[in-house]
């Protein structure tokens, strides 16, 4: 049997803890470590050898970038290392992009230990595990999710298009290409949509 050696990326302390008591009881687990200094990840990656990091997304608590930034940095100086996406941010845009980066996974944090430690295992032989398949995304460019979130803002076409300095007839023409990428047929359902993917964040 193969022990794995986990780092885990997280800002909740609470959650951090919970996993480690919930995965001390498995005797696939030779160590277990959080961390939430993240100017201390690359020498604990140097001194530990973590098998596997279980990497939450929203770090706003801990760091200035979010998990999948951080994932990418990390790969770039320590490519051969295993990074999982552990978080309950469960959107397509996250997993295409997670699957981009290079992480070895995609894992909801609405799992149960049990399959946890069974996927993880797959991963350290190797296995790349995406719960759910990755479509194809026609990802939506910068400026586009701007429109979308101006949208969302309840800003009209016109003040839209005074704001971004275009024409509403340029405007009109980056929705309808908004919306043959996302599938839909008006900018409520563009918004609803791009919520639901990821791309711009719920209404408060």
Known sequence: MFLINILLVDDHAL???SLEIALSDYSEIQAFDSINDISQIDNFIESQK???????????????????ELTKQILNCHPEQKI????????????????????KGFINKNIEPEKLISLLSKILHN???????????????????QILQFIA????????????????????????????????????????????????????
């Open 15 to 17: 959650f951090s803890k």
């Open 50 to 68: 973590p098998d596997i990091i279980l990497m939450d997304i929203n770090l706003k608590n801990i760091a200035s970038e979010d998990g999948l």
């Open 153 to 204: 803002d309840g800003m009209k076409r016109k003040e839209i298009a005074s704001t971004l300095y275009i024409s509403e007839r340029t405007l009109s023409n980056h929705l309808q290409h908004i919306f043959e990428k996302l599938g839909v047929t008006s900018s409520v359902e563009a918004v609803t949509k791009a919520i639901q993917m990821g791309y711009i964040p719920p209404i408060c």
């Open 84 to 103: 999982v996406i552990l978080s309950g941010y469960d959107l397509p845009v996250y997993r295409s992009e997670a699957k981009k980066i290079g992480a």
């Open 127 to 145: 296995a790349i595990i995406f719960d759910k398949e990755v479509l194809f995304l026609e990802e939506l460019t910068d400026s586009e999710k």
